[in-house]
């Protein structure tokens, strides 16, 4: 049988401090197979290996069961109703051919729950919608192939410590991924740049790095977030 993702409510006792957070993105983070590009070395003349063509292929299969239990598995469900979930990081390819500059804009999607959390985290609501568009394009219910979930990509570890029940769930996926930046941007002296190569390569590559880190996905990342920021600015 496939492997399968159950979604339940998980019972806290206590918590030494927000780095545990930090601590299980980072441990996600570091199981990433990194391009790194050498000294002096552009983004745009990488050299990238070829992607293998069953990557774009890989499916996941949401179905929920009678007592309201949400189900991930690899497998597709037998008498019971599914989405279909497929996933690759959408603004993460070094080599995407997306113009980041045109590229079609959400400006309407959960305009109450990015609104919300924007002003409980003291965050800028274009830099949410950016963040979400780079990480999902505004998918709620897409699973990468680390297993991290919905429009902010939570890896389920970081979810369970910021009290996500549902990370496929707009509000709750929202309001958790918003907290974490804000963290992220506290930690790095609200520098935008390392907080975004702390939300995609993990806090402890910035701090082993002494910076942004030399992988080009982070690298492309942030160059994109920053484009559809300010896009999202201006559209305000």
């Avoid at 409980?120 to 192939?145: G, M, N």
């Avoid at 979930?149 to 389920?156: A, D, E, F, K």
């Avoid at 930046?181 to 935008?192: I, V």
Wanted: hydrophobic share 40%.
């Amino acid at each position: 049988m496939g492997k399968v993702l159950r979604s339940a409510v998980i019972v806290f006792s206590c918590f030494c401090a927000c780095s545990a957070a930090n601590a299980t993105q980072d441990d996600a983070a570091a199981a990433k197979k990194q391009l790194k590009l050498v000294p002096g070395q552009s983004l745009h003349n990488v050299a990238v290996p070829a992607k293998k063509s069953t990557a774009a292929q890989i499916a996941v299969y949401k179905s929920v069961t009678k007592d309201g239990t949400a189900l991930f598995s690899d497998r597709k469900p037998v008498n019971r109703p599914y989405q279909v979930v497929r996933f690759d990081c959408f603004a993460c390819d070094p080599v995407s051919n997306i113009n980041w500059h045109t590229v079609p804009l959400y400006t309407k999607p959960y305009n109450r729950i990015i609104a919300l959390a924007a002003n409980e985290h003291q965050l800028d609501p274009a830099l949410i919608r950016a963040v979400i568009h780079a990480e999902s394009s505004f998918r709620p219910q897409v699973i990468s192939k680390k297993g991290a979930i919905g429009l902010m990509q939570l890896m389920p570890e970081t979810a369970a410590f910021l009290g996500v029940q549902d990370s496929s769930q707009p509000e709750q996926n929202i309001s958790a991924g918003s907290r974490y930046l804000a963290q992220l941007l506290k930690q790095h002296n609200n520098d935008t740049q390392l907080a975004l190569a702390a939300y995609n390569a993990g806090a402890s590559n910035i701090k082993k790095y002494n910076g942004i880190p030399p992988f080009a996905e982070t690298r492309a990342y942030i160059e994109r977030v920053a484009i559809l920021h300010k896009r999202y600015q201006r559209a305000g």
